[in-house]
């Protein structure tokens, strides 16, 4: 009986130290994946990406070239997801699943929703699918965001990345 304990014991110590081990292992991929979740106005909103780091980089304008679309994210395309219609900077967006793209400027940037929602970066793109696209301001701030992070807000959606953000106003 002791050593049945003890083998159960260790099993459960070899499965915990997996798990853990995992845990971490997500953390340590160059551009982990990350969801940002909210509800605005009754709309569920879902906001999946790969969070890149900046590692001591130039991003905005030597990584991801101003005035080109941008996957807004890593690896696949970043995915936008609404359960309501609802109203992106006075524009309406249908309730459905979208691939998010930007095509970062200085001041003033442009978020596009596009129909195809699984795509491997933007090498696929096609303009011709694109269900809205709106202006966004763009802004420089003092502080460095590591990670890109996406967070939804009760009025909006923000995307934080090295000394940039840009804000998308939702109703």
């Known amino acids: 009986m002791k ?4 083998t159960k014991f260790s099993f459960f110590t070899l499965v915990f130290a997996m798990v853990a081990m995992l845990s971490l292992a997500q953390d340590d991929k160059p551009s982990p994946a990350r969801t940002a979740e909210g509800e605005i106005n009754g709309a569920k909103i879902t906001i999946n990406y790969s969070s890149p780091a900046v590692k001591g980089r130039v991003i905005w304008g030597d990584l991801v070239p101003l005035g080109q679309v941008w996957r807004a994210g890593a690896n696949d395309a970043t995915t936008f997801e609404t359960s309501k219609d609802i109203k992106i900077e006075g524009q309406t967006l249908p309730a459905g699943k979208y691939s998010l793209f930007i095509i970062p400027n200085e001041g003033e940037s442009i978020l596009i929703f596009n129909k195809v929602a699984k795509q491997w970066g933007a090498y696929s793109y096609d303009e011709s699918q694109d ?3 709106v202006k966004i301001p763009s ?3 003092s502080s460095l965001e590591e990670r890109l992070v996406y967070e939804v807000k009760p009025d909006g959606v923000e995307m934080r990345w ?3 953000s840009s804000f998308a106003k939702i109703e």
């Open 139 to 141: 802004n420089l701030g």
């Open 162 to 164: 090295e000394y940039a």
């Open 131 to 133: 269900a809205l696209r």
């Open 3 to 6: 050593n049945s304990m003890i």
